[in-house]
T-cell receptor, first 116, second 113 residues
Framework: NAGVTQTPKFQVLKTGQSMTLQCAQD?????MYWYRQDPGMGLRLIYY???????DKGEVPNGYNVSRLNKREFSLRLESAAPSQTSVYFC???????????????FGPGTRLTVT | SQKIEQNSEALNIQEGKTATLTCNYT??????LQWYRQDPGRGPVFLLL?????KEKRKERLKVTFDTTLKQSLFHITASQPADSATYLC????????????FGQGTELSVKP
C-alpha cells in the first residue's frame, strides 16, 4: 500500500497561473480532505469530501476548487494563483469506520507551493 | 466559532524527563480529540485519540487525558528521547461532518540528550 500520494512535491507558479494538485489513496477510504499549513497557523481545512460525489467547504475555501474524481482521487485546483496561496498543501483521508472508531486521518507527504 | 489552542512556545526538555503538552478548546463539545506527530517536511501521523467518556488513554510511553469540564487535553511523553523531538498537533473531531478535523497550531518539542 502506498497510502496517500500527492503530486507534485514542489511547484513554483507566477501570480495568475492555474494548477491542479493531485491526491490519491489506495486504502479504500471514504472521506478525503485538503489542508494548507502556514508557519504559526497550523493546518487549516480548505475543502473536504465526506464520500464519493460530495464536497464541502472548510475554513479557508476562497480561491480554490476541488473535484472528487472517484473514491480514490481528490484534486485541488487553483484557478488564478496569488502570493497568499504560497503554502504547504496536505491531502488526507479517513475510513468511514475504523478500528478505533475515531476518524483518524492519514496524510500525504505534502506539496510545497510558491507563488511569485 | 470553535477555537483550539496549544502551548504557543516550543518546549525544551532533557532526555528521560516527562514532556507535557497542553491543548485547550472553546465553543465546542467534541466527542473525540486526537493527537498527531509531525516531523519537518512530512505530513502529520496519527498517534492517539480519546473519547469524551474517557478520562485517560495510554499507548506505550504516551498518555493523553481529556477533561471536558476544563475543555482541555494533556499529552504526556514519559522517559522522553531525542527521537521524540517533533511538532505535536491536537485536533477536534467533527464526526457528524464527514469526520473533519480542526487542528491546533502545534507545539514543537525538543528533547536534548
Amino acid at each position: 500500500n502506498a497510502g496517500v500520494t500527492q503530486t507534485p512535491k514542489f511547484q513554483v507558479l507566477k501570480t495568475g497561473q492555474s494548477m491542479t494538485l493531485q491526491c490519491a489513496q489506495d486504502m479504500n477510504h471514504n472521506s478525503m480532505y485538503w489542508y494548507r499549513q502556514d508557519p504559526g497557523m497550523g493546518l487549516r481545512l480548505i475543502y473536504y469530501s465526506a464520500s464519493e460525489g460530495t464536497t464541502d467547504k472548510g475554513e479557508v475555501p476562497n480561491g480554490y476548487n476541488v473535484s472528487r474524481l472517484n473514491k480514490r482521487e481528490f484534486s485541488l485546483r487553483l484557478e488564478s494563483a496569488a502570493p497568499s496561496q504560497t503554502s504547504v498543501y496536505f491531502c488526507a483521508s479517513t475510513p468511514l469506520i475504523s478500528g478505533t472508531g475515531g476518524y483518524e486521518q492519514y496524510f500525504g507527504p505534502g506539496t510545497r507551493l510558491t507563488v511569485t | 466559532s470553535q477555537k483550539i489552542e496549544q502551548n504557543s512556545e516550543a518546549l525544551n526538555i532533557q532526555e528521560g524527563k516527562t514532556a507535557t503538552l497542553t491543548c485547550n478548546y472553546t465553543n465546542y463539545s467534541p466527542a473525540y480529540l486526537q493527537w498527531y506527530r509531525q516531523d519537518p517536511g512530512r505530513g502529520p501521523v496519527f498517534l492517539l485519540l480519546i473519547r469524551e467518556n474517557e478520562k485517560e488513554k495510554r499507548k506505550e510511553r504516551l498518555k493523553v487525558t481529556f477533561d471536558t469540564t476544563l475543555k482541555q487535553s494533556l499529552f504526556h511523553i514519559t522517559a522522553s528521547q531525542p527521537a521524540d523531538s517533533a511538532t505535536y498537533l491536537c485536533a477536534l473531531v467533527f464526526y457528524n461532518q464527514g469526520g473533519k478535523l480542526i487542528f491546533g497550531q502545534g507545539t514543537e518539542l525538543s528533547v536534548k540528550p
